[in-house]
């Protein structure tokens, strides 16, 4: 989704918000475009295309330089991609500029009023059409830029992060933010704007996260005001200090970021066990659910909402909850659960997981339980992030910053925060034995080591993934736990290769998906030998014998699935419901290398945001 980046300080702005935007072109986009004010001046320069393409745009169309500017990446939602829809977009006046990141709803309505009143448009944007309706409050009421912007926004129905400055006021920026994030960099006289920390880390630790409803004036000459956009009430500043760094946030020798995040998987998992974990004591401590385990112990059922890949780490659970909690589970997609009308009772359970914390139709799903009396859980990566504000209480996954645009290190650091809930759960309601609880303990804590061992066959998967990277389609079975994984496998391959895939529990292939199966089709199965094992290999069986091309993913040693498949590709023994954690590494390298060789573009898929801020 969209990208924001701003400055206002001592320094020079170009390089900051360039430098930004590159940092933010992870949330996926299709235009980039900068203004910065200089001479008395608004330099805009704005591209369809990539940041680079504006960097070269930028040297010959505006002077970069000035000490103050606003910079964007455009992820298109009003009007197609191109270098009038681009943002920034100015006033009708050409005295204000404006970023957003959201989509303003009535913005067809507000349009008809303002055309009324002899305002054009260049664009097809709701964006435009903000801008503009700040310039017209400003000009009937006789009000400072910031009260314009706070009395515009009361009129907006949508969700928005933006970034507004006038030619006539060049001393400040005012932002706002409803369902769409918003960081403030706090740097000594100077003020960093952006989507998330990434653009200003290296600048500054101390950081600001807007709340929904809040907008900021940020200046350099007076103290950073910040007043809640209903009803103009000041709300104090709360300065955060950041735990991320630059090398986090950069390739560390990695050619791809998710490359990177894969191979970060054994210390990602490490990280979010630890200090929870207490394998010695035998216990597992988690704040957000030790201080709410009453609604734990009395939970009649467990509900997750999800989307996408956080929705395959909610199925996986479903599985796990259901085996050693005993309890019943549903997992919902969150843009299906949102617009229905979906029976909630307060003894509920509702967990929401979200690597983003920002997915709009995830962050919907969890208020409408909310309205509805359940208590809801959050499950996410990015500290501070919406989703994690709005829980009634919730656990991070700590995988650390995930830039690739495709899920890697969230999806088996989510499982691993979920099996933690379900043992801690089955083992106080006492569903476990304590030596069960202990034995999935230290299994969990061999399980980073694991991960480093399936890590090992990269070179062998990438030979496989050069045999197969011209096939048209794809086909993944898993049974059990693993019939999860080969969704998300499906799904990891279907994003950054292009290639059409489709995930299918083993057994069901025969009630349809069996017919599409020749010597052309590639059948990836996930067969370890502790998940119904026999039922794979005849699921195997009937693949051979209609000549499709088998890989399969085994347990280490296997021999039997070996005489059958075409590849195999070995991952370590362990217990069946913490396979997931495994079989999913060879899906992850398989699909990147497909991607590779096919020269795609890995960490940011044509058409896909990492966060998806709109529904
Ligand atoms: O940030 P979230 O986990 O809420 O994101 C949900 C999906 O948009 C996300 O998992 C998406 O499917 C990824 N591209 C998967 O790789």
């Known amino acids: 989704m969209c990208g924001i980046v ?20 992870y949330r996926g986009y299709d235009s980039a475009g900068v203004a910065l004010y200089n001479d008395n001046e608004i330099h805009l320069c704005k591209t369809k295309g990539k940041v680079s393409d504006l960097k070269e745009k930028a040297k010959t169309d505006i002077s970069t330089e000035g000490k103050l500017g ?20 100015y006033s009708n006046s050409g005295d204000l500029v404006i970023i957003h990141n959201g989509i303003i709803e009535n913005y067809e309505s507000i349009k008809k009023e303002l055309k009324n009143r002899g305002y054009t448009f260049k664009s097809d944007t709701d964006t435009e059409v903000l801008v503009n309706l700040i310039e017209d409050v400003q000009k009937n009421e006789d009000v400072k ?7 515009a ?82 709300v104090a500043p709360y300065i ?38 207490l394998e010695k004591e035998g216990m597992i401590k988690m704040a957000g659910m030790d201080e709410h385990m009453n609604k734990f112990l009395n939970a009649k059922r467990i509900v997750i909402v999800a989307c996408g890949t956080s929705w395959h780490a909610g199925l996986v659970a479903e599985y796990i909850f259901e085996e050693l909690v005993r309890l019943p589970v549903e997992v919902e997609y969150a843009s299906e659960f949102r617009y229905r009308n979906p029976v909630l009772e307060k003894d509920d359970v509702v967990i929401a997981i979200s690597q983003s914390g920002e997915t709009a139709d995830t962050m919907a799903a969890m208020k409408l339980a909310k309205e509805n009396g359940a208590f809801v859980f959050g499950v996410c990566n990015v500290v501070g992030s919406s989703i994690s504000r709005e829980a009634d209480a919730g656990a991070y996954t ?30 106080e309601k006492g569903k476990i034995s304590k030596s069960d609880f202990h034995m999935h303990l230290q299994e969990l804590d061999r399980i980073p080591e694991k991960v480093e061992k399936a890590l090992k066959y990269n070179d062998h998967i990438e030979k496989v993934a050069d045999k197969f990277k011209d096939a048209p389609n794809f086909l993944y079975l898993g049974r059990g736990f693993n019939f999860p994984v080969a969704l998300e496998g499906a799904l990891k391959l279907k994003e950054i290769s292009y290639i059409h895939a489709e995930g299918y529990p083993a057994a069901e292939m025969k009630h349809g998906p069996i017919a599409l199966i020749d010597e052309q089709m590639p059948v990836l199965v996930i067969a370890t030998r502790k998940g119904h094992y026999e039922k794979i290999i005849s699921n195997i069986q009937e693949i051979k014998s209609r000549k499709g091309k088998i890989i399969a993913v085994v347990t280490e ?13 070995e991952v370590p023994e362990t217990m069946d419901s913490m396979s997931p954690l495994l079989t999913t590494i060879p899906l992850q390298l398989l699909s990147y290398h497909i991607a590779v060789l096919l020269g795609k573009n890995v960490d940011q898929p044509r058409n896909l945001a990492k966060a998806v801020t709109v529904e």
């Open 240 to 277: 955060q200090e950041l735990q991320l760094n630059l090398e986090q946030i950069e390739k560390g020798g990695y050619e791809h970021f998710m490359l990177k995040e894969i191979f970060e998987q054994p210390q990602a998992i490490k990280d979010t066990f630890r200090g929870r974990m």
């Open 557 to 569: 040693g296997d021999e039997q699935v070996k005489d059958l498949a075409d590849y195999v590709i």
């Open 145 to 151: 830029l910031g009260k314009a912007v706070q009395i």
């Open 398 to 427: 700590h995988a650390g910053p995930e830039i690739g645009v495709a899920s890697t290190k969230a999806f088996t650091t989510q499982i691993t925060v979920l099996t933690l809930i379900a043992l801690k759960m089955a083992y």
């Open 70 to 89: 606003i910079g964007h990446t455009r992820w298109a939602t009003h009007g197609v991609p191109n270098d009038v829809n681009s943002h920034p977009h």
């Open 6 to 25: 701003g400055y206002i300080g001592k320094r020079d702005a170009y390089p900051i918000i360039i430098k930004g935007l590159q940092r933010l072109e």
């Open 153 to 234: 926004l009361n009129q907006t129905v949508g969700a928005y992060a933006i970034a507004v400055f006038s030619r006539k006021k060049p001393k400040e920026i005012i932002v706002a933010r409803l369902g769409s994030p918003l960081a403030i960099g706090v740097g000594e006289d100077e003020y960093f704007i952006a989507s998330d920390a990434s653009p200003f880390i290296e600048y500054t630790s101390n950081a600001i996260y807007l709340e929904d409803g809040e907008m900021a004036v940020v200046r350099t000459h007076k103290p950073l005001k910040i007043l809640k956009i209903k009803d103009d009430s000041l």
